[in-house]
């Protein structure tokens, strides 16, 4: 049922929810279960076709509201081929009743994110500090909810200070894909602190919040490795070894702050209506020596 765009598409789900997976097993210090895999896969396919589905359905109506924690309905509505339904479908047959009350509550969270219209303009009057709150409360809940849904499908006891360690790691992920974003969501008319800083050219602003970013969540994840197993915690080897992992999606994303700085000192101001100049080609030597560079650093 499924176009060959679709499955192009699919696969780019896959693979950053395969690098989530790749996170918290390391963290546990065990692979998935073939059992946790497919509600992965199922995750991911029910991730992308909400995510097209909240965009196209959005620019149709003004009353996204009535969505409000019932994404059932609202994939009645939005997707004639039922597809999204089907994936959602498959995630509810396979979770444990225990589990499916939690994984729910998580799922509304993100989908009443997605179909609310949170990240249209929001102050014409141009209060910074204001929208810049509004955004960044924006960006920590999709993503840290985001994140935690995947979480809540493994089979694995679930700490508060896992919770809390994995949403700054969620909220970090949601700024990088927002940081790699800007041509795009601009496009879009998607507001993020990085589209509104970047036409504020602003980098510094958003290198200061990135870098604070990746600093709560190196903080939140040795808080794991001080903590005793029965508390939640985690031996220290394996919290390390864990923030290797997400220092490698750290190190490519500043090679795009880097990129965006050298646009802003060639131009003037970055040219964010040009997607050859603005969209980071991670293909080129140029980035690939920068990010492998970026990478032996450690943070």
């Known amino acids: 049922m499924m176009t060959s765009k679709e499955k ?5 789900y896959f693979y950053g929810t395969t690098y989530l997976s790749i996170i918290f097993c390391s963290l546990r210090g065990q692979i998935r279960t073939p059992k946790e895999k497919h509600l992965f896969t199922n995750l ?8 097209d589905l ?6 149709k109506t003004n ?6 924690d019932n994404p059932e309905e609202y994939g009645q509505s939005a997707d004639e081929r039922g597809l999204a339904l089907h994936f959602l479908h498959n995630i509810y047959a396979a979770l444990p009743p225990v589990d499916l009350a ?5 799922m509304h969270y993100v989908f009443n ?17 204001l929208e810049m709150a509004e955004l960044r409360k924006i960006t920590a809940e999709k993503g840290g909810y985001s994140v935690l849904m995947f979480r809540r499908v493994l089979a694995h006891p679930l700490s508060a200070a896992e919770q809390e360690a994995l949403f700054e790691f ?14 795009f969501d601009l496009r879009e008319g998607t507001v993020t602190i990085a589209t509104t800083l970047a036409q504020e050219k602003n980098m510094v602003e958003l290198q200061q919040i990135f870098n604070r970013q990746v600093q709560a969540v190196v903080s939140a994840f040795r808080d794991l490795s001080s903590m005793r197993k029965n508390q939640g915690g985690y031996p220290r080897f394996r919290v390390e070894t864990t923030l290797r992992i997400i220092h490698f999606m750290v190190s490519i994303t500043r090679v795009c702050l880097l990129h965006y700085a050298d646009l802003l000192a060639e131009h003037g101001a970055l040219p964010l209506h040009d997607r050859k100049l603005m969209v980071v080609d991670m293909e ?6 920068r990010a492998a560079l970026a990478v032996l650093k450690s943070e």
């Open 63 to 68: 009353s996204a509201i009535i969505w409000q």
């Open 8 to 12: 192009r598409r699919l696969k780019h």
């Open 113 to 129: 994110i997605e179909t609310t219209g949170r990240q249209q303009p929001l102050y014409a009057a141009g209060n910074h500090d």
């Open 102 to 106: 939690v994984f729910r509550e998580l």
């Open 44 to 51: 991911a396919a029910l991730a992308y076709f909400f995510d």
């Open 284 to 289: 080129r030597w140029k980035n690939r020596t």
């Open 54 to 59: 909240a965009d196209s359905f959005r620019k």
């Open 170 to 183: 969620g909220a970090l992920i949601q700024l990088c894909d927002d940081i790699f974003d800007i041509w």
